[in-house]
């Protein structure tokens, strides 16, 4: 029997950089020296707030680009950047400045922000906390990973990517040093899903429905 899982709660606290941006060629020049936790909190951190103001935007440079800007082309593009399969957050930011510097390039004119609608880069910093409760075996996280807080869903599954060394799951990591349960093809079906594209909400139940088909499904045939 391996160790328990420690199931840990987490939220982001959002910190101002004091970095804004009044028009596009800004925003590109801050984004590629802006601390990492800007581009990990503006992709990421929209899944842990309350609100989302523009839902069809998964990122807030996408949805800035689309309000503030009024550059729809911009915001579709950006809008599609997935941040999972990026190995690390200088990889995305890569992809990003391409984008925007693309769309410079293909423009006769900088689009600008109003005087209230600049871009202001926030840091983001996790805060994680042990919740005291401990699954000792798959079969019981089965039971139970439903009844998980939004929270522990994004600190298990989404910061863990960036926290593990192979870019895994908190879930997958437990489940790959476990000996008792075959865990093969539920290894394979977490490792298959992307968290971004999605509510918290629905991520839950998606993992749900993967350790309940891959494991209890295989305890009652």
């Not at 992809?95 to 880069?121: H, N, Y």
């Not at 998606?206 to 009652?220: D, I, Q, V």
């Amino acid at each position: 029997m391996g160790q328990p899982f420690a199931i840990k709660d987490c939220t982001l606290i959002a910190i101002a950089t004091g970095e804004e941006a009044h028009n596009l060629r800004e925003f590109v020049d801050r984004l590629k020296t802006i601390h990492p936790g800007c581009i990990y909190y503006h992709f990421w951190g929209g899944m842990l707030r309350p609100n989302f103001d523009e839902p069809e935007y998964q990122n807030d440079f996408a949805a800035w680009s689309w309000r503030s800007l009024h550059d729809t082309r911009l915001a579709e593009r950006l809008a599609i950047v997935d941040p999972s399969p990026y190995p690390d957050i200088e990889a995305l930011r890569r992809e990003l400045i391409d984008v925007i510097e693309e769309r410079l390039a293909e423009s006769e004119w900088v689009p600008w922000a109003r005087s209230g609608q600049r871009f202001k880069f926030i840091r983001s910093q996790i805060v994680v906390f042990d919740t005291g409760k401990r699954i000792g075996h798959p079969l019981e996280m089965a039971e139970r990973i439903a009844g998980l807080s939004l929270g522990s869903v994004f600190y298990h599954f989404i910061d863990a990517r960036r926290r593990t060394d192979s870019g895994r799951s908190d879930f997958v990591e437990w489940l790959q040093a476990e000996e008792e349960v075959s865990a093969t093809d539920l290894i394979e079906r977490l490792n298959g899903i992307d968290p971004y594209f999605t509510t918290l909400a629905d991520l839950r139940l998606e993992l749900a429905s993967a350790f309940r088909n891959c494991l209890l499904g295989r305890e009652a045939s």
